[in-house]
């Protein structure tokens, strides 16, 4: 990848999300009630909602705020959400997929498709991009070197890992992050950090010259309050 590592292009692609901190309360606000709504308030049975609770905890979302959030998903308020995700392409012909959750799709879709055309994109079919993608599970394991890691890798189903820092990054398939991470914890490793992410499998290079357009692209998306997510096949090179 020219000099960055697939952890440095994950980062990228979180980035935005992570340095809106205003706008994230009320993402994992609305991701917590429609866990809730989709499997119930108890987290031993609903990994989505693990998900959600551990982006709370991690952004100090107030408890009384999560308890809300609960009780809407669990039917105790009118107001409702439903997903949708958008698929389409970026500058420089970038593939990028958006993961919305609205209570007003025609006003979302709207938005999106404002906010893809301002930069020379468009709104694509269901399909058109999500082939480039695959689900994966991330999570990163604390002070744990690529050494320590082979010692026990023949004990735990992963599909990749990467050195980052102290830190190793871990990606295993969807259904087994959860396991992944008992499994380091029962060996007293600490982890932070896990989630679900699409992961590009055919790249798209951006140059230093054009990264900062495929930004403010990306900022300008992840500014619009139905958004979720957004994933991108950006290598940046």
């Known amino acids: 990848m020219a000099g960055h590592s697939k952890w440095a292009n994950i980062q990228h692609r979180k980035k935005a999300q992570d340095n809106k901190r205003?706008?994230?309360?009320?993402?994992?606000?609305?991701?917590?009630?429609?866990?809730?709504?989709?499997?119930?308030?108890?987290?031993?049975?609903?990994?989505?909602l693990r998900l959600a609770m551990?982006?709370?905890?991690?952004?100090?979302?107030?408890?009384?705020?999560?308890e809300r959030a609960i009780k809407k998903g669990s039917g105790q308020s009118d107001s409702s959400f439903e997903e949708i995700t958008y698929e389409g392409y970026g500058p420089k012909g970038i593939a990028v997929i958006i993961e919305c959750l609205t209570d007003n799709k025609n006003r979302t879709v709207s938005e999106v498709r404002h906010a893809l055309t301002k930069y020379n994109g468009s709104l694509g079919t269901k399909g058109s991009v999500s082939h480039l993608f695959k689900k994966v599970g991330i999570l990163t394991v604390i002070d744990t070197t690529e050494d320590d890691l082979i010692n026990l890798i023949?004990?735990?189903?992963?599909?990749?890992?990467?050195?980052?820092?102290?830190?190793?990054?871990?990606?295993t398939?969807?259904?087994?992050?959860?396991?992944?991470?008992?499994?380091?914890?029962?060996?007293?490793?600490?982890?932070?950090?896990?989630?679900?992410?699409?992961?590009?499998?055919?790249?798209?290079?951006?140059?230093?010259?054009?990264?900062?357009?495929?930004?403010?692209?990306?900022?300008?998306?992840?500014?619009?309050?139905?958004?979720?997510?957004?994933?991108?096949?950006?290598?940046?090179?």
């Open 54 to 66: 551990t982006k709370a905890n991690k952004n100090s979302v107030p408890k009384d705020t999560i």
């Open 22 to 48: 205003g706008k994230v309360f009320t993402k994992i606000i609305r991701e917590i009630t429609v866990a809730v709504k989709l499997a119930g308030p108890d987290m031993s049975s609903n990994s989505r």
């Open 154 to 171: 023949d004990d735990v189903e992963i599909l990749d890992y990467e050195q980052n820092g102290n830190d190793c990054i871990i990606n």
């Open 173 to 237: 398939e969807p259904t087994n992050l959860f396991t992944v991470k008992t499994f380091f914890e029962s060996k007293s490793i600490k982890t932070k950090d896990e989630e679900l992410i699409l992961e590009p499998t055919t790249m798209c290079d951006i140059g230093e010259s054009d990264l900062e357009q495929v930004e403010m692209f990306t900022d300008n998306l992840e500014d619009l309050d139905d958004v979720q997510n957004i994933y991108t096949n950006i290598n940046i090179i």
